[in-house]
């Protein structure tokens, strides 16, 4: 399971999830460009303490996460996803992609892959969840799904 975050914007929401990420032992793979620098007092203080036993890596697009990970299933989350992100089984392999704080997801990515778009799905009066929010929701269903083994090593 690797958590991916296309295009991040708010170093603080990317301080959290990769916070987050150190929590559950998972990856956290940031998708150029970024909106800040990736070592930034921002990003340093969301993260707290914890930034440097963080297993992050870097890449310029999605397609270079493809041919590293040939068995792993890429699940897209976007507020214009058609199926929750509970109906689906989650395995360890898989990518957890989630897009910009203003842009969301590349339009390409709603025409080519509808099958594997996701949503946390809102019933109130909001246009979307917090990145950091919805990251965590997300991956602690997938690990809930899992019985949290990795979490228990």
Not at 21 to 40: E, H, M, N, Q
Not at 50 to 78: A, C, I, M, T
Request: hydrophobic share 35%; proline share 7%; aromatic share 10%.
């Amino acid at each position: 399971m690797k958590v991916v975050l296309y295009h991040p914007e708010i170093p603080q929401n990317t301080g959290n999830i990769g916070r987050l990420c150190v929590a559950t032992k998972t990856p956290l793979v940031l998708v150029r460009p970024l909106g800040f620098f990736i070592d930034s007092k921002e990003i340093r203080r969301a993260g707290l303490d914890y930034w440097q036993d963080l297993d992050l890596s870097l890449v310029d697009s999605l397609e270079e996460l493809k041919p590293g990970h040939p068995s792993s299933r890429l699940w897209y989350f976007s507020k214009r996803g058609k199926r929750s992100y509970t109906e689906v089984q989650y395995q360890e392999e898989d990518l957890l992609v989630f897009g910009s704080e203003t842009s969301g997801l590349p339009p390409e990515i709603f025409e080519k892959h509808v099958d594997s778009l996701l949503t946390v799905p809102m019933w109130g009066p909001v246009r979307s969840l917090n990145l950091a929010t919805t990251a965590g929701i997300v991956l602690y269903e997938a690990y809930r799904q899992l019985r949290f083994s990795r979490n228990l090593k």
